[in-house]
């Protein structure tokens, strides 16, 4: 479900049931189908040393735990989401890249030693605004995700991937939002979406798809 809450509930036992039976449920019709929460990876009160992490005492108010959600049994890998731009709306740049890089320092960090499983940041995104920064602060923020993805799959650890909320294709214009892009517009910040894909394909380059060959020559 994506970004799952239950704010009636405070200390979040009825949305960790919820988690637990749905997974298991996905499992008795499929064993062989990964599953994932669609968290925003938000800590709960239950770790106070967590906490510091979240981008505001609310984000605690919503009732879902990154770290309890995910270590439910039939959950095959964690998922985080990343908007520093709308998280953190009043921070300076230098304050959003800070934010961000201990936000996925630390959901790297308990998905290898914790919950031991990996974990995709399966939504980062960044407003899209008027001012000519826009992309150039983009794909800054994009980079550390990226490195950091990387540095931690490098070493076979948890780093698993992270995907841009949202990309668009020429056409789809009536489907975005203020996050939304059509990479291919923005020549920079498509360069990286496919350096990062390159640079993951050799690590994995004995289970790739043989039919897709990196554009960008190592």
Same mark, same amino acid.
């Given at each position: 479900m994506n970004e799952p809450r239950c704010v009636s509930n405070s200390s979040g036992p009825h949305l960790q049931a919820w988690i637990a039976e749905m997974a298991a449920y996905v499992k008795?019709?499929? !064993?062989?189908?990964?599953v994932t929460v669609g968290i925003e990876g938000f800590y709960g009160t239950g770790i106070a040393e967590r906490l510091g992490y979240n981008p505001g005492d609310w984000a605690a108010s919503f009732c879902s735990d990154f770290i309890q959600?995910? !270590? &439910?049994?039939?959950i095959d890998f964690a998922?985080?989401? *990343? $908007?520093p731009d709308s998280w953190l709306p009043k921070a300076s740049m230098?304050?959003?890249?800070? $934010?961000?890089?201990?936000w996925v320092d630390s959901h790297l960090n308990d998905s290898e030693h914790i919950l031991?499983?990996? &974990?995709?940041?399966?939504?980062?995104?960044y407003l @899209?605004? &008027?001012?000519?920064?826009?992309?150039?602060? =983009?794909d800054i923020l994009l980079r550390v995700v990226y490195d950091k %993805?990387?540095?931690? *799959?490098?070493?076979? @650890? *948890?780093?698993g991937g992270a995907l841009i909320w949202q990309l668009m294709v020429e056409g789809t214009h009536m489907y975005h939002d203020d996050f939304s892009l059509v990479a291919r517009d923005h020549p920079s910040t498509y360069k990286? %979406?496919?350096? @990062?894909?390159? =640079?993951l394909q050799m690590l994995y380059k004995n289970d790739r798809d043989p039919d897709w060959q990196c554009p960008i020559q190592p």
């Amino acid at each position: 479900m994506n970004e799952p809450r239950c704010v009636s509930n405070s200390s979040g036992p009825h949305l960790q049931a919820w988690i637990a039976e749905m997974a298991a449920y996905v499992k008795s019709l499929d !064993a062989k189908h990964l599953v994932t929460v669609g968290i925003e990876g938000f800590y709960g009160t239950g770790i106070a040393e967590r906490l510091g992490y979240n981008p505001g005492d609310w984000a605690a108010s919503f009732c879902s735990d990154f770290i309890q959600n995910s !270590a &439910v049994e039939n959950i095959d890998f964690a998922s985080v989401h *990343a $908007y520093p731009d709308s998280w953190l709306p009043k921070a300076s740049m230098e304050e959003k890249l800070r $934010y961000l890089s201990s936000w996925v320092d630390s959901h790297l960090n308990d998905s290898e030693h914790i919950l031991k499983k990996p &974990v995709l940041f399966s939504e980062v995104g960044y407003l @899209q605004h &008027v001012d000519g920064n826009s992309t150039v602060d =983009r794909d800054i923020l994009l980079r550390v995700v990226y490195d950091k %993805i990387y540095d931690s *799959a490098r070493k076979l @650890q *948890a780093g698993g991937g992270a995907l841009i909320w949202q990309l668009m294709v020429e056409g789809t214009h009536m489907y975005h939002d203020d996050f939304s892009l059509v990479a291919r517009d923005h020549p920079s910040t498509y360069k990286l %979406i496919t350096e @990062q894909s390159c =640079r993951l394909q050799m690590l994995y380059k004995n289970d790739r798809d043989p039919d897709w060959q990196c554009p960008i020559q190592p």
